[in-house]
């Protein structure tokens, strides 16, 4: 079993700000792959940006490694999970660039979307804020 977490943000405004992200891989259990970094800043950033691109890079991880194995996809945004679930209709740009660009990455793969809550996502969360950090900006959030 293939457990995905994934996590973005955008500071200090949104839109418009600095968007990261961040994600984590595991296999059984055991990390094997964590990534973040940074999207880019000003015009057309948004926290559903970084969302969608850590989702996407995990995506790409998974199909570059021929992962065969279920996978799990969890995440904090309500909106990617259930417009990644085919739940929620797709308006917005970004959206329709990212979700059919992800389900390529995956497509032939038995995979489920879940939505967590945020302290669930802790690790994910805090790539997402050493990436910002290491973008010159602020410290990156404790995780509790």
């Not at 595991?26 to 948004?46: E, L, N, P, Q, R």
């Not at 996978?71 to 679930?85: A, H, R």
Request: proline letters at 4%.
């Amino acid at each position: 079993m293939i457990t995905i977490y994934f996590d973005g943000l955008c500071r200090p405004r949104n839109p418009g700000g600095v968007a990261t992200y961040g994600y984590v891989i595991y296999h059984d259990g055991k990390k094997v792959k964590s990534g973040c970094g940074v999207i880019g800043s000003g015009a057309g950033m948004t926290n559903n940006v970084a969302e969608y691109s850590a989702l996407k890079h995990a995506a790409e991880w998974v199909s570059q490694n021929s992962v065969d194995d279920e996978i799990e996809i969890k995440g904090d945004s309500q909106l990617v999970i259930n417009q990644m679930n085919g739940i929620w209709q797709i308006k917005s740009e970004t959206s329709k660039k990212f979700v059919p660009e992800i389900h390529r990455l995956l497509d032939g793969r038995t995979m489920r979307f879940i939505w967590i809550p945020r302290k669930e996502n802790a690790e994910a969360d805090l790539l997402s804020n050493l990436a910002y950090s290491q973008a010159g900006r602020e410290p990156p959030d404790s995780v509790e």
